[in-house]
């Protein structure tokens, strides 16, 4: 696991903040560097990829004495020194000539590392090749070909290194990230092809061409230009040799993703173009038996309703008869004996 360094003071608070792991990350550099016994091969080379890689690339000229895989503290330094997470190292020897290694790393430490020998009989570099080049910091388009860049190969020892080598060049040439590209703006491409036939060429076995071609369009007849490509160099062939793999702890912390600014949508929850918030209640059946109402009197059940008829006679609606009948006999009883007693009273006078 990476080292947690805790700040003692506000000023190396800050310093460490800056070099805070960010959800969206700034660009790739990459920082050249050559060893103290480089050939002019490696030196050349490399030097084509630091022009290919332009702005975003960083150049020493000083000769280092470093053995990257026997101990790559001094490629972690320069690395966080020069805030580049890649790193190109050429260096040279009896046993291994030619040789480019490539190095990513993460926090401050060594990822994974690559080393590439360059076939000297077909290398050729970017001044021998005639005609116009692509401008600075063009963005190139990547092509992989071969099944090993796939799967691999079988039986192979290191059986991963055509699929380590596929991400170790897209981190290396991809460049600035892209939401949009302009038609016109696709100049370069960069091909490479995985030879693997153990059967027909030993020799053959594990070695990624690299070319690189200008593209032009040109007008034809049709609606769509004529595309044509150039090679414009440098034109490498790198044997894939030793390698080092990430270790399944550090690739969990480097693959790990942050939380981003962005709200998560919530359900049955809408916002407009305005930036209004709508939501959208979703209701059961309702009975409109149990629905509750104003409460009037003139609404109460048992209340009497008279509903006239078409030829004057009324009906009487809701009510029972002989509730009806009862109220009749008390109203007969009550004007009876109002009447006995207006008699008296005329009697007494």
Same mark, same amino acid.
């Given at each position: 696991?990476?080292?947690?360094?805790?700040?003692?003071?506000?000023?190396?608070?800050?310093?460490?903040?800056?070099?805070?792991?960010?959800?969206?990350?700034?660009?790739?550099?990459?920082?050249? #560097?050559? %060893?103290? *016994?480089?050939?002019?091969?490696?030196?050349? +080379?490399?030097? !084509?990829?630091?022009?290919? @890689?332009?702005? &975003?690339?960083?150049?020493?000229?000083?000769?280092?004495?470093?053995?990257?895989?026997?101990?790559?503290?001094?490629?972690?330094?320069?690395?966080?020194?020069?805030?580049?997470?890649?790193?190109?190292?050429?260096?040279?020897?009896?046993?291994?000539?030619?040789?480019?290694?490539?190095?990513?790393?993460?926090?401050?430490?060594?990822?994974?590392?690559?080393?590439?020998?360059?076939?000297?009989?077909?290398?050729?570099?970017?001044?021998?090749?005639?005609?116009?080049?692509?401008?600075?910091?063009?963005?190139? #388009?990547? %092509?992989? *070909?071969?099944?090993?860049?796939?799967?691999? +190969?079988?039986? !192979?020892?290191?059986?991963? @290194?055509?699929? &380590?080598?596929?991400?170790?060049?897209?981190?290396?040439?991809?460049?600035?990230?892209?939401?949009?590209?302009?038609?016109?703006?696709?100049?370069?491409?960069?091909?490479?092809?995985?030879?693997?036939?153990?059967?027909?060429?030993?020799?053959?076995?594990?070695?990624?061409?690299?070319?690189?071609?200008?593209?032009?369009?040109?007008?034809?007849?049709?609606?769509?230009?004529?595309?044509?490509?150039?090679?414009?160099?440098?034109?490498?062939?790198?044997?894939?040799?030793?390698?080092?793999?990430?270790?399944?702890?550090?690739?969990?912390?480097?693959?790990?993703?942050?939380?981003?600014?962005?709200?998560?949508?919530?359900?049955?929850?809408?916002?407009?173009?305005?930036?209004?918030?709508?939501?959208?209640?979703?209701?059961?059946?309702?009975?409109?038996?149990?629905?509750?109402?104003?409460?009037?009197?003139?609404?109460?059940?048992?209340?009497?309703?008279?509903?006239?008829?078409?030829?004057?006679?009324?009906?009487?609606?809701?009510?029972?008869?002989?509730?009806?009948?009862?109220?009749?006999?008390?109203?007969?009883?009550?004007?009876?004996?109002?009447?006995?007693?207006?008699?008296?009273?005329?009697?007494?006078?």
């Amino acid at each position: 696991m990476l080292r947690e360094i805790k700040p003692k003071r506000a000023r190396s608070a800050r310093a460490l903040a800056k070099r805070a792991p960010l959800v969206n990350e700034n660009v790739k550099k990459v920082l050249f #560097l050559r %060893s103290t *016994s480089s050939s002019s091969l490696a030196n050349a +080379i490399m030097a !084509d990829l630091f022009a290919l @890689k332009r702005p &975003l690339a960083v150049r020493f000229f000083k000769k280092n004495s470093i053995h990257p895989f026997e101990d790559a503290s001094s490629l972690e330094f320069f690395s966080e020194k020069n805030d580049t997470s890649l790193l190109c190292f050429a260096s040279h020897s009896k046993k291994r000539p030619h040789c480019l290694t490539f190095t990513r790393c993460f926090g401050g430490k060594v990822f994974d590392m690559m080393e590439c020998t360059i076939i000297q009989e077909t290398a050729r570099t970017l001044s021998q090749f005639g005609g116009s080049k692509c401008r600075i910091g063009t963005k190139p #388009l990547l %092509s992989f *070909s071969g099944l090993p860049f796939e799967e691999g +190969i079988s039986g !192979d020892r290191d059986y991963g @290194k055509f699929i &380590l080598a596929k991400s170790m060049f897209l981190d290396l040439l991809r460049g600035e990230e892209a939401h949009e590209v302009d038609v016109e703006g696709l100049q370069m491409m960069i091909t490479f092809v995985a030879t693997a036939d153990e059967t027909t060429n030993i020799q053959a076995h594990g070695i990624i061409s690299m070319r690189v071609w200008r593209i032009t369009t040109k007008r034809s007849n049709q609606k769509l230009p004529r595309v044509e490509i150039q090679e414009i160099g440098p034109r490498i062939d790198f044997r894939i040799g030793r390698i080092r793999a990430a270790t399944e702890s550090m690739k969990t912390v480097a693959l790990k993703k942050g939380k981003t600014g962005e709200m998560k949508p919530k359900k049955n929850i809408l916002l407009d173009p305005m930036g209004d918030k709508l939501g959208r209640i979703h209701l059961g059946r309702q009975n409109l038996d149990e629905l509750q109402t104003r409460k009037m009197k003139g609404l109460k059940r048992g209340r009497e309703e008279v509903t006239p008829y078409g030829d004057g006679s009324l009906t009487i609606v809701g009510t029972d008869v002989e509730h009806l009948e009862s109220n009749a006999s008390d109203h007969d009883l009550t004007t009876s004996t109002d009447d006995d007693m207006e008699n008296k009273k005329q009697r007494i006078r």
